[in-house]
């Protein structure tokens, strides 16, 4: 069992006593035997479903908050995975609006934030995967943690995989760096320009420049 395996299993085991309310839902987007399957063993809950769950919004069902506990480990587990077919910023977005970080019991915030710590681990450790580094991240900068902490971890990592996840989030944002705008989270709410810019141009800049094609980049970047 890996390590990111075992925060999954430990956050199934928190959350294994949670129960839903499906009393109220959504009659147009979901069928009485719908919330009988949500209702019921979280692992009998077919992929499509709990994919389904896992983008709607608190409008779509009366107990959102404990549903969105009850579905969290199957949700996380598809995510790390790349398996869960819904942006994983929008996740990031439902489980804040579910009060994860802010109203969930200590044992639950704390395995929630295990998996996260472990993921962005595992994610650095191999290259390429799915999702990759600068989704993680993305998802990673709606946590408590402030993201030089994330970005701290990336500085730990040995060359190898971690320069080529470096590579790849520059070459998908050096272009928000440039106009100084880089925004991450559902609804662009969290702006990461200065955290991110200053990582590229010191930390990370030697990781960046492994790839010649970018180097032109970076000094755009530094001299914008």
């Not at 404990?66 to 942006?87: C, E, F, Q, S, W």
Request: net charge negative; hydrophobic share 45%; charged share 20%.
């Amino acid at each position: 069992m890996t390590t990111v395996d075992g925060a999954l299993l430990r956050l199934a085991e928190v959350l294994a006593g949670v129960e839903a309310d499906l009393a109220d839902y959504c009659g147009f987007c979901y069928t009485e035997e719908d919330a009988v399957l949500l209702a019921g063993p979280v692992g009998a809950i077919p992929t499509e479903l709990l994919s389904y769950a896992a983008f709607e919004g608190p409008d779509h069902w009366g107990g959102f908050v404990n549903l969105y506990r009850k579905l969290t480990p199957r949700i996380m587990a598809l995510l790390v995975y790349g398996d869960l077919h819904v942006d994983g910023e929008l996740i990031a977005s439902r489980l804040v609006e579910a009060g994860c970080w802010t109203t969930w019991a200590d044992d639950e915030r704390d395995a929630l934030l295990a998996v996260c710590r472990e993921w962005w681990s595992d994610t650095l450790a191999s290259f390429p995967r799915t999702p990759d580094a600068h989704v993680v991240l993305s998802f990673l900068a709606t946590t408590p943690v402030p993201l030089t902490q994330w970005l701290d971890v990336w500085n730990a990592q040995p060359p190898g995989p971690a320069d080529l996840h470096a590579q790849e989030l520059f070459r998908w944002w050096w272009g928000d760096l440039l106009n100084g705008e880089l925004a991450v989270g559902w609804s662009g709410m969290i702006d990461v320009t200065a955290d991110i810019r200053r990582w590229v141009l010191t930390d990370a800049r030697l990781r960046i420049s492994g790839d010649p094609e970018l180097i032109e980049f970076l000094e755009m970047v530094e001299h914008a």
